[in-house]
């Protein structure tokens, strides 16, 4: 089960894959708590229109996805839907969806318009070099870091989320902001690497199998962070043995975990209802 890491390469595309894995688990609990499940796609895809766009113009191919993410996470952190037949994860969705249509429009102008987007979906994350480990493990430690200093603040805000109170005090919510900043910095480094469906998995599926298993928060928290990790040495593990795609490996790793999770919920829930 281990002779993966006897080749470079495989090591490190599960150093890369913890690295993200691991503060995407943990930001994907404020996610879920939130409603916002959609704000991963979307940013990923605003990440991947940066790319498409930097490939189209021939420039920028660092700065101009990280500029249009950051700008994507700034606007998001402002939407305040009022009218009660809508909810945020709407307008996100809306946001996805055209993001979406704009990247394939350019990406088709690409020599190699369809490998292009199947590494834009999936990333290629067994070619990850040391020089990229090091920048994600600096941003990330440093994203890591805020989150944790500042917990109190940012989970507080994920609870009122979460027992549905309406934050109309001011427009500008500093807390709000960090939060959608962190994650949109965390999404366009982790996209370069996983790709959008990896990333958008392991922000989502350690989180929602996490809560299906446990009430307690930091229960939550401490399963999501070990599910990331499991996934990423079971999915590789599974690519290396049988010559799969990486990131596709993963996801389903991650997916069976999930439904693993679901049936555990589901018999804890029957034999509650026996035992009463």
């Known amino acids: 089960m281990f002779e993966m890491f006897q080749l470079n390469f495989m090591v490190q595309?599960?150093?890369?894959?913890?690295?993200?894995?691991?503060?995407?688990?943990y930001m994907g609990v404020h996610v879920v708590g939130r409603g916002i499940v959609f704000v991963d796609l979307a940013?990923?895809?605003?990440?991947?229109l940066g790319v498409a766009f930097a490939a189209f113009i021939g420039t920028?191919?660092?700065?101009?996805?990280?500029?249009?993410?950051?700008?994507?996470a700034l606007l998001m952190s402002f939407i305040s839907i009022s009218d009660k037949r809508l909810k945020q994860e709407a307008i996100i969705g809306i946001l996805y969806a055209f993001a979406s249509a704009l990247t394939v429009l350019l990406i088709?102008?690409?020599?190699h318009g369809d490998s292009d987007i199947q590494e834009v979906l999936f990333g290629n994350i067994l070619s990850v070099s040391w020089e990229q480990i090091k920048i994600i493990g600096i941003i990330?430690?440093?994203?890591?870091?805020?989150?944790?200093?500042?917990?109190?603040?940012?989970?507080?805000?994920?609870?009122?989320?979460?027992?549905?109170?309406?934050?109309?005090?001011?427009?500008?919510?500093?807390?709000?902001f960090l939060f959608y900043i962190s994650i949109g910095l965390a999404i366009v480094f982790a996209v370069?690497?996983?790709?959008?469906?990896?990333?958008?998995?392991?922000?989502?599926?350690?989180?929602?199998?996490g809560i299906l298993l446990s009430k307690n928060n930091t229960v939550v928290f401490i399963v999501a962070v070990f599910i990331s990790i499991l996934a990423s040495f079971l999915g590789l593990n599974f690519s290396f043995h049988y010559d799969f795609p990486a990131g596709s490996s993963i996801v389903?790793?991650?997916?069976?975990?999930?439904?693993?999770?679901?049936?555990?919920?589901?018999?804890?829930?029957?034999?509650?209802?026996?035992s009463v």
């Open 13 to 25: 595309a599960f150093i890369a894959a913890v690295i993200t894995g691991v503060l995407l688990s």
């Open 43 to 48: 940013l990923g895809q605003i990440s991947s």
């Open 60 to 72: 920028g191919v660092t700065s101009i996805p990280l500029i249009f993410t950051l700008v994507g």
């Open 108 to 111: 088709s102008k690409t020599p």
């Open 140 to 176: 990330f430690g440093a994203i890591t870091l805020l989150q944790l200093v500042f917990f109190n603040k940012f989970f507080s805000l994920t609870k009122s989320f979460e027992n549905g109170e309406v934050h109309k005090k001011t427009i500008f919510n500093i807390w709000n």
């Open 192 to 209: 370069k690497i996983n790709g959008v469906i990896p990333v958008f998995s392991f922000l989502i599926i350690p989180a929602v199998s």
């Open 252 to 274: 389903a790793v991650l997916g069976g975990i999930f439904i693993l999770a679901s049936v555990v919920k589901l018999v804890k829930n029957l034999i509650f209802k026996v």
